[in-house]
């Protein structure tokens, strides 16, 4: 007979470890369960939240939806961390029980009857029993030895870093050739800013209402003083309004509207920046590398799309803060987007982008009041230069990683025409003053330098020079045009038209073209002599700066963007839809 | 070879065996402890699943924030909405799915943006908007203090820019900073 104590011992401890054992497994099922749930997933990856967020999007005034969405967003924050405390509860919990059910059950199988052992009084074993065991304890160290060699050897084995990937080869990403940059237009005033393009079919005229000298004309839905830029059959356009900066594929040819894009970011509600009429919120020209075209608008919001529309990145360097609105046109070099952001002495800047992700590469200050003006990027002795002017530095840098290679001091005024460069001279206009050519090749602060020369004929103070390489043509607000030597600065000759102009010449093969405020272009030879090939109307307002084109003339109007040709049908052509 | 000389036998031999194997463990970790798992910013895509695929309950990894960086910008893209429709911290503008982005108001215009570590997930939410649209100060870190440093991190496993990386031990956080931009 067991003592009374003895049982209440026995049937105690069996009962704790049931009880126990029990709450072990439910309690493993339920974090099993739970690590499998994922106890954050379901707080950010909700799907019924961004669904909820989209819908307030359409209706921004609607109270009952934001009403739910706090209701949902504070459910699942509860969900979520009520779940996550479970856990880490549920684990100490498991700790604890499973140390008395370990107790417990040692208890129980301690209290245990055992059965005698018969061998206690036999006779002692037979040899070979001893044998037996022996083999065994040599099997067991044997096993445990292995095992140790094993784990001392695994263990001696440090830990490798990965070696560093390899230097991605410079072939491996492909840029545009300086001879595919040349044959399209890819920036303000083409590929490296001269405004001139060797083979190009200018038409002397045309007539709008007639349809001669038409071959298409295709509506911009959106206004905006960017020119239009070039990339085989596509040609692409910015526009905007208060609401949306949009940026337009033309087919080239025919002339019909591909897609139309609006950028898409978290600043479209950014207070729409104060901007002069004149400057509008389009102004600064887009870029394209052949793969990705870039644009800047007004605010300061600067995106990437590939060539199907699609937006690939987008961001704002802004705001900003300039008294005509931001009027730059973009640049760039190799991978880097070159975004020139003057608008103070404390706040103007350069900043380079990824072309393909938009994250900037390097940032640098620059000492400039304001400008309209937009950089070029041309190449010196072989090496990559990007020229800017402000008031009152021209200042190059090296495109790769924003250093200043050198500078000029004298820039005065409110500063719109771009640089020139031809036969390694920059041609800056310094308005109100002179037009001056520096040498590119210089380095540090060349203020003192004398310029290769300097002349005060025709300074122009809004349009920008175009070049050639042998004649260089300034074109004043007021329509005075002269034709210089860009070698010495000499004048060859100057013609007055009785008219206004903000747009910058071109010059494509063996003609020139300038195109009033008023939408009356001026065609004339590209000669040592002046000589008037003729004069037409558009019928609106242009700003922009023409596109000449192997075959033809691109023209953005008020209104209406153009293809020009000599030979022309009779009739106006509306673009396929 | 009696009971008694049996017994004490293996017992030797197997406290010598297991004495090594911890010798030989320690060995091994004091060299693994040389390097620690870490994210390389400049890698990082946002993906969002460095908050689930760490094999803590709470994620390791958590968003950082240089200042020296930070833009201090009203209309933070990090900590609102894409096309917010307020500028407060209502629910349905915030970006951060645990509230875990404070905002406080410096001076007009200005805000700084701190982050509440206890309730920070790791899922990259601000970092992506900051990164897209701002200066890309906010970004994800592994932190030590929680990092158990698994021999093969299942976050480095599930990566899909391969931007996790092991990271000598003395050097063991990549920060953005106005100096290390890329």
């Known amino acids: 007979m067991k003592p009374l104590s003895q049982t209440i011992w026995k049937q105690g401890s069996l009962a704790v470890a049931i009880a126990s054992g029990v709450f072990l497994v439910l309690m493993g099922g339920l974090l099993l369960f739970n690590q499998a749930q994922g106890k954050v997933a379901g707080l950010v990856q909700s799907t019924e939240l961004v669904r909820l967020h989209n819908e307030l999007r359409q209706r921004p ?26 856990s880490h509860n549920g684990a100490s919990a498991m700790i604890v029980v499973a140390g008395l059910f370990l107790a417990s059950a040692h208890l129980v199988r301690k209290q245990r009857q055992k059965l005698p052992d018969p061998l206690a009084w036999g006779p002692r074993r037979p040899v070979e029993e001893n044998r037996t065991r022996l083999k065994t304890q040599y099997a067991v160290a044997a096993m445990f030895g292995v095992a140790a060699v094993a784990a001392v050897g695994t263990s001696l084995q440090a830990v490798r870093l990965p070696s560093p990937p390899a ?45 001669q000298g038409i071959r298409w004309k295709t509506e911009v839905p959106l206004p905006g003083m960017s020119s239009p830029i070039r990339w085989t059959n596509a040609l692409f356009l910015t526009g905007a309004n208060a609401q949306s ?54 605010n300061a919001e600067v995106a990437a799309l590939d060539f199907s529309g699609k937006q690939i990145w987008c961001r704002i360097l802004g705001p900003l803060d300039n008294p005509y609105g931001h009027a730059a046109s973009l640049a760039i070099y190799q991978d880097r987007l070159l975004v020139q952001l003057d608008q103070g002495e404390a706040t103007s800047k350069l900043v380079a982008l990824n072309t393909s992700t938009g994250q900037e590469l390097w940032r640098v200050a620059r000492p400039i009041v304001g400008s309209w003006a937009s950089p070029i990027v041309v190449e010196v002795e072989a090496k990559p230069q990007l020229i800017t002017c402000g008031e009152p530095w021209v200042i190059s840098y090296n495109p790769l990683d924003g250093s200043e290679l050198w500078r000029v001091n004298g820039l005065g005024g409110e500063l719109a025409p771009s640089p020139a460069y031809t036969g390694g001279k920059v041609i800056v206009c310094n308005p109100g003053s002179d037009v001056r050519a520096i ?32 004649r260089l043509y300034l074109l004043t607000g007021d329509g005075q045009l002269s034709c210089l030597d ?62 000449p084109d192997r075959q033809c003339l691109y023209l953005r109007a008020g209104k209406h963007l153009f293809c020009l040709e000599e030979s022309a049908p009779v009739a106006v052509k509306s673009p396929e839809k | 070879m009696n009971r008694r000389n049996f017994l004490s036998g293996s017992l030797r031999g197997s406290l010598m065996l297991a004495l090594g194997g911890v010798l030989g463990a320690i060995t091994g970790r004091a060299k693994a402890r040389n390097t620690v798992w870490q994210i390389d910013p400049f890698q990082c895509t946002q993906c969002g699943r460095c908050a689930t695929e760490c094999v803590l309950e709470l994620s ?36 951060c799915p645990t509230g875990a982005l404070v905002r406080s108001f410096i001076e007009d215009p200005y805000y700084e943006y701190t982050i509440n570590e206890p309730l920070c997930v790791g899922c990259a939410k601000c970092v992506k908007g900051c990164t897209m649209f701002g200066n890309g100060s906010l970004h994800l870190q592994i932190r030590h203090d929680r990092c158990v440093n698994c021999n093969e991190c299942s976050i480095a496993r599930a990566c899909p820019a391969d931007a996790i990386h092991r990271v000598p031990a003395d050097r063991p956080y990549q920060f953005k900073s106005r100096e290390r931009k890329s």
């Open chain 1, 439 to 470: 040498p590119a090749n210089g380095s540090g602060d060349l203020s003192t330098n004398l310029a290769a020369w300097k002349t005060d004929a025709g300074v122009p103070a809004v349009s920008s020079p175009a070049c050639d390489g042998q």
């Open chain 1, 167 to 211: 230097p991605v080869q410079a072939a491996a990403v492909r840029f545009p050739t300086s001879a595919e940059m040349r044959e399209n237009w890819p920036a303000f005033r083409g590929f490296d800013g001269s405004g001139y393009r060797e083979v190009a079919a200018i038409p002397a005229a045309w007539n709008v209402a007639s349809g």
């Open chain 1, 245 to 298: 900066n949009v940026v337009y594929r033309f087919d080239a040819d025919k002339g019909q509207l591909v897609w139309s894009t609006t950028l898409r970011n978290p600043g479209n509600k950014m207070p729409e920046p104060k901007v002069m009429e004149d400057t509008g919120l389009a102004a600064p020209t887009p870029v394209t590398d052949g793969q990705r075209i870039y644009a800047i608008f007004a």
């Open chain 1, 486 to 547: 860009p070698g010495s600065g000499q004048v060859k000759w100057s013609h007055e038209f009785k008219d206004d102009f903000y747009s910058s010449p071109a010059i494509g093969g063996n003609r020139v073209i300038i195109v009033s405020r008023k939408g009356v272009a001026h065609v004339f030879e590209n000669a040592d002599q002046f000589h008037d090939l003729g004069q037409s109307e558009l019928g609106e307002n242009c700003n922009a700066t023409p596109v």
């Open chain 1, 61 to 86: 005034q609607d109270e009952e939806l934001k009403q739910r969405i706090r209701k949902l967003d504070l459910q699942l924050r509860q969900n979520s961390f009520t779940e996550l405390r479970i």
């Open chain 2, 60 to 95: 390791a990894v958590k968003c950082v924030h240089s200042f020296d960086m930070c833009g201090y910008c009203q209309l933070c893209t990090g900590y609102f909405e894409p096309d917010p429709n307020k500028l407060n911290t209502a629910a349905e503008n915030q970006l």
